[in-house]
């Protein structure tokens, strides 16, 4: 991990690029259980696999909520849409 100093000599990590189910139910304020339902709901975006690993990119999920959180087939057509 890359970690930046301040000048005060205090090293910072810079923000998560990607969240696990913990980090995105943090995120948006609600259970890991929750995030568990709404991910299986398919009203989440799809989450990036990095090996067996579920992770969701911050910005997708900031655009997503930006969005109005559609469900995760309608986000991915908007997104599809403006590529």
């Known amino acids: 991990m890359i970690r930046e100093a301040e000048p005060s ?13 913990a ?3 943090a995120l948006l304020d609600v259970s890991v259980r929750q995030v568990d339902r ?14 067996r690993c579920k992770r ?3 910005e997708e999920v900031k655009a997503w909520i930006g969005a109005g ?13 403006e590529r």
């Open 69 to 81: 959180a559609p469900r995760r087939s309608l986000w991915a057509s908007i997104r599809r849409a």
């Open 23 to 25: 980090g995105l139910a």
């Open 38 to 51: 709404l991910d299986s709901g398919g009203k989440l975006p799809a989450p990036l696999a990095l090996g």
């Open 56 to 58: 969701w990119s911050v």
């Open 9 to 21: 000599g205090v090293e910072v990590q810079p923000p998560a690029l990607c969240v696990d189910r």
